[in-house]
């Protein structure tokens, strides 16, 4: 049983940071590439960020690119999202999501993720 727990969500400012972290179950977190999505009331779950599974790619939506930065600990079973110069466009829940399949799907995909934690909610307003 794999479970994925968020947390670092809260109000901030715009402008502001935050720094999400996502705690992942088992043993096997070395096989997973992980992702960070998210999700406004009413609109679809968005890819946020990737990283593959030695961390040496990372991929981006092109909202959050040059603010927001994915990283993963492999010692801590942890991955992290370094939220930067936050909008209020950035205000949903944000996902994290697991994956040790090489499916078919882009891991820009919600399809190509296998678990999922609960969310954390991030706002951004003054």
Avoid at 30 to 57: D, L
Avoid at 69 to 86: F, G, K
Wanted: hydrophobic letters at 30%.
């Amino acid at each position: 049983q794999v479970r994925l727990v968020e947390s670092g969500g809260g109000l901030v400012q715009p402008g502001g940071s935050l720094r999400l972290s996502c705690a992942v179950s088992g043993r096997t977190f070395t096989t997973y590439v992980m992702g960070w999505f998210r999700q406004a009331p009413g609109k679809e779950r968005n890819f946020v960020a990737g990283i593959s599974v030695r961390g040496n790619s990372t991929y981006y939506s092109d909202s959050v690119k040059d603010r927001f930065t994915i990283s993963r600990d492999d010692a801590e079973n942890r991955v992290y999202l370094q939220m930067n110069s936050l909008k209020p466009e950035d205000t949903a829940n944000y996902y994290c999501a697991a994956t040790s399949s090489r499916s078919g799907w882009s891991v820009y995909s919600v399809r190509r993720y296998d678990y999922w934690g609960q969310g954390t909610q991030v706002t951004v307003a003054s």
